[in-house]
């Protein structure tokens, strides 16, 4: 099974940053997944945000984060950790932000194999 831990949630500003990270862990979790981040506002369908490949040469934003949010990936392969770096952040970044991995590129939460528990980013205005 694969687990995908978040944190780093929290409450800030608008204007202001937060760092979130992503910690994958399981026997059948392979260093070779994609990783990234969807988020889900209140009354709102979950979207995505962002994804990266296993070695962080290829990343893909939502049209609503770019400039503002950097996705990484440890280069320690042991630590399977993904990041997503929040800056400038507005009242609407406000969601619940889930940790996601699959075998392939996804856009889709269909095309989700894997996801977290989720962590509160509430931005005020």
């Known amino acids: 099974q694969v687990q995908l831990v978040e944190s780093g949630g929290g409450l800030v500003q608008a204007g202001g940053s937060l760092r979130l990270s992503c910690a994958a862990s399981?026997?059948?979790?392979?260093?070779?997944?994609?990783m990234g981040w969807f988020r889900q506002a209140p009354g709102k369908e979950r979207e995505f945000v962002s994804r990266?490949?296993?070695?962080?040469?290829?990343?893909?934003?939502a049209d609503s984060v770019k400039g503002r949010l950097t996705i990484s990936r440890s280069r320690d392969n042991a630590k399977n950790t993904a990041y997503l770096q929040m800056n400038s952040l507005k009242p609407e970044d406000t969601a619940v932000y889930y940790c996601?991995?699959?075998?392939?590129?996804?856009?889709?939460?269909?095309?989700?194999?894997?996801w977290g528990q989720g962590t509160q980013v509430t931005v005020s205005s």
């Open positions: 399981g026997r059948t979790f392979s260093r070779w997944y994609v």
């Open positions: 996601a991995a699959a075998d392939r590129p996804f856009i889709a939460t269909k095309d989700v194999g894997y």
């Open positions: 990266i490949t296993w070695n962080g040469s290829s990343t893909y934003y």
